[in-house]
C-alpha cells in the first residue's frame, strides 16, 4: 500500500527562524511528489519534484528529491508569520489519485 | 473558469438526509478528482474521473457516496442518508489528462452533519 509520512506533525518558530519539513514515501510507479500549503481552504500547489539532487525554489521556500532514499524536504528561510499553515506531502504514480501524508501545521510566533 | 469552483462552500444538515456537493473543474482538465478531509486529517481519495473512462471508485467509503461527472466538465458527488462520520471539508481537484501537472484544488464544501 502506498504510503506517505510527514514529519514533525507541528512545529512552532519565531519569525526569521528556518525551518525544515521532511516527507518520507513508499510507493508503486512513483512518478512525483508533490508539496502543498494548505491554509483556511483550499491546498495551493508549491511545488513538483520528480529528479533526484535538482532543488526547486521560489522566493524563500526551495524543496529537493532524493529518490534513492525516498524523502524530499521543503525549507523555508525568514519565516514570516504568514507562512503559518499545514503543509501536505503527496505522491503521484502518473494520472491517478495523489497519497497524501497528514501534514506538517507550522506555526510562525512574531 | 480560472481555478477550480465547488459549491455550496457549507452545508449544515441533519443525519438522515441526503446531500449534493458541486465541483467545476479548471476549463481544459480532464482528470477530476474528489478527496475527503477530516478534522485534523490528511486528505482521504474518494473517487477520480479522467475522460470518458470508468470512475475509479476505489475510495468511497460505502455505498451512500456516489458521483458522476458529465462529460469532461462539472461533477456533483452525492452522499445519501447522511451520518455524523460524513462531517468533513470534500475537495475537489483537476488536472490534465497527462499527470505531468498538478492537480489544483477548490476551496471545498464543509459539510457538517447534525
Known amino acids: 500500500e502506498d504510503k506517505v509520512v510527514q514529519s514533525p506533525l507541528s512545529l512552532v518558530v519565531h519569525e526569521g527562524d528556518t525551518v525544515t519539513l521532511n516527507c518520507s514515501y513508499e510507493?508503486?510507479?512513483?512518478?512525483?511528489l508533490l508539496w502543498y500549503k494548505q491554509e483556511k481552504k483550499a491546498p495551493t500547489f508549491l511545488f513538483m519534484l520528480t529528479s533526484s539532487g535538482i532543488e526547486k525554489k521560489s522566493g524563500r521556500l526551495s524543496s529537493i528529491l532524493d529518490k534513492k532514499e525516498l524523502f524530499s524536504i521543503l525549507n523555508i528561510t525568514a519565516t514570516q508569520t504568514g507562512d503559518s499553515a499545514i503543509y501536505l506531502c503527496a505522491v503521484s504514480s502518473g494520472n491517478t489519485p495523489l497519497v497524501f501524508g497528514k501534514g506538517t501545521r507550522l506555526s510562525v510566533i512574531a | 473558469g480560472a481555478g477550480v469552483s465547488q459549491s455550496p462552500s457549507n452545508k449544515v444538515t441533519e443525519k438522515g438526509k441526503d446531500v449534493e456537493l458541486r465541483c467545476d473543474p479548471i476549463?481544459?482538465?480532464?482528470?477530476l478528482y474528489w478527496y475527503r478531509q477530516r478534522l485534523g486529517q490528511g486528505l482521504e481519495f474518494l473517487i477520480y474521473f479522467q475522460g470518458n473512462s470508468a470512475p475509479d471508485k476505489s475510495g468511497l467509503p460505502s455505498d451512500r457516496f456516489s458521483a458522476e461527472r458529465t462529460g469532461e466538465s462539472v461533477s456533483t458527488l452525492t452522499i445519501q442518508r447522511t451520518q455524523q462520520e460524513d462531517s468533513a471539508v470534500y475537495l475537489c481537484?483537476?488536472?490534465?489528462?497527462?499527470?505531468?501537472?498538478?492537480?489544483?484544488f477548490g476551496d471545498g464544501t464543509r459539510l457538517s452533519i447534525l
Open positions: 510507493v508503486t510507479n512513483f512518478r512525483s
Open positions: 481537484a483537476s488536472s490534465f489528462r497527462d499527470g505531468l501537472q498538478p492537480q489544483h
Open positions: 476549463s481544459g482538465h480532464t482528470a
